[in-house]
């Protein structure tokens, strides 16, 4: 197993558009008149989000259906949300699981997909955003880190304290400007890799560390040559990063340190329990057990045991895991097929394009969340065991490497088809999919050669979704 660096691009992740704007204005880049409109639009934000500054309600998604429940949530406990109702639940929600009045209904967490909250923040608001060209680091502080969790989150944060037991990092609050402070344990990090690294630590490999030790990277002092270091981290200390090596706990200036690797601790995680995946306004992801929620935070209880509050107007959505909803992108196939044409092979990708970019149907479209993509001849086969009701996606050819392809596409449940679009062509769309897998163990994804045999077969199984019967 290797750790690769971080790179700063990935921190544009989460920017909102009048961001973008604002820094290319800021650049340069904006026409006059492109400016004159930017900073209107800005104008009309802040005025309408003036004092009470919900400018929508909150949305939930269910798992029922594309249908939306519109209102506010107000309160959350024991695996479930309760919402103050703008107006009559859409055809298709799953039917609430209490009437607690005429404007309250209560709903288990595990029928919603997700929460967007409607608060709509002020442009000069998102400070939350950390642009590397714009933060000072002076030499003997700790700045800015980027942290990868063993949950698979990734933060930028400021390192307030470490220690051979816990950081202590801060992030960027919302609107109310109240940064949001947690505590990390070491057995819950993965890595920390400081945000300005020395110039030659860019872009290297780190072999994960053996159990019971760390990996400090540091530059040679001679060569600055990038040196990975196996020992036991002890934590920050007067600028300087304390690490024991050899018998003696040493101190490295921070100018040399590039970042640590932590070794592998087994358990953890939430199980089969339901849990949410909290994404903050400046691009954070949290995850842990909703406990409550109220008119001003989130309260969150973390896999390793402690609970935080994020201050609502800092979450921008909340994703449910391990509610009746498993995306098929987030697991591996059980078993791959793939036929070469004339010696050419592409392989499968996940949550990406064939190529390595964004996935899009179209030109014009955001990027795809999430994906499944397969040129011809080749197929997936996923172990269902029978655990799931439905499977859905949006199946369609990748732009632009598959406006000119042609392919046979299938969807098959224990070697049956439960979906085909043959001869489908780039210029035809896409197809929504909402298939029966009861029963199911094997669920299969199939692209074939069509009658242009392999030329253009960029194919992308988009939001793939298993879906649990209801509890």
Not at 39 to 59: C, I, K
Not at 73 to 82: H, L, P, Q, R, Y
Not at 196 to 221: F, M, Q, S, W, Y
Not at 432 to 455: A, P, Y
């Amino acid at each position: 197993m290797k750790v690769s660096y971080w790179t700063t691009d990935a921190t544009t992740r989460g920017r909102w558009r009048a961001t973008r704007g604002r820094d290319e204005a800021r650049r340069g880049r904006l026409t006059c008149g492109a400016r004159v409109v930017l900073f209107a639009a800005a104008a009309l934000v802040l005025a309408m989000t003036s004092g009470d500054r919900r400018a929508t309600a909150d949305v939930l998604y269910s798992v029922d259906g594309p249908a939306r429940i519109m209102g506010r949530v107000i309160s959350a406990a024991e695996g479930a949300v309760t919402v103050e109702l703008a107006s009559a639940p859409v055809d298709g929600v799953a039917e609430p699981e209490a009437d607690t009045s005429p404007a309250l209904k209560t709903y288990r967490l595990d029928s919603i997909r997700a929460i967007e909250f409607g608060e709509v923040p002020p442009v000069d608001a998102l400070h939350g955003h950390v642009d590397f060209d714009d933060v000072d680091q002076p030499a003997g502080q700790a700045g800015i880190w980027m942290l990868t969790l063993r949950s698979g989150e990734q933060l930028q944060a400021d390192v307030v304290a470490a220690t051979s037991d816990v950081w202590k990092v801060r992030l960027a609050g919302g609107p109310s400007e109240q940064p949001t402070e947690l505590t990390l344990p070491v057995s819950a990090m993965a890595s920390a890799w400081r945000a300005r690294r020395p110039a030659g630590a860019a872009n290297t490999d780190v072999e994960a560390p053996k159990p019971g030790e760390h990996a400090l990277i540091v530059l040679d002092k001679s060569t600055e040559a990038p040196v990975r270091v196996a020992g036991v981290w002890e934590g920050l200390e007067d600028g300087a990063a304390r690490f024991s090596f050899r018998g003696a706990v040493r101190s490295v200036a921070l100018d040399r340190v590039a970042g640590v690797v932590f070794h592998a601790v087994d358990g953890g995680g939430f199980g089969d329990r339901v849990y949410v995946v909290a994404e903050l306004l400046q691009g954070a992801r949290i995850s842990g057990e909703l406990l409550s929620v109220n008119a001003d935070g989130i309260s969150l209880q973390m896999s390793w045991g402690r609970t935080i509050v994020l201050p609502r107007d800092s979450v921008r959505r909340l994703d449910i895991r391990n509610g009746r909803i498993e995306s098929l992108a987030a697991m591996s196939p059980d078993d791959v097929e793939q036929t070469p044409y004339f010696g050419r092979l592409i392989p499968y990708a996940i949550n990406r394009a064939l190529d390595g970019g964004a996935m899009r149907f179209a030109a014009e479209d955001d990027p795809l969340a999430a994906g499944v993509a397969m040129h011809s001849r080749s197929r997936l086969h996923y172990d269902t065991a029978g655990r799931f009701e439905r499977f859905r996606c949006r199946v369609g050819f990748l732009w632009p490497a598959g406006q000119h392809g042609q392919a046979d596409i299938r969807v098959l449940g224990d070697g049956t088809p439960l979906f085909e679009w043959t001869n489908a062509a780039g210029g035809d769309g896409q197809r929504d999919v909402d298939v029966s897998i009861e029963g199911v163990k094997r669920l299969t994804l199939e692209v074939d050669f069509g009658e242009g045999r392999d030329v253009g077969d960029h194919v992308v199984f988009a939001l793939p979704e298993l879906v649990r019967a209801a509890r």
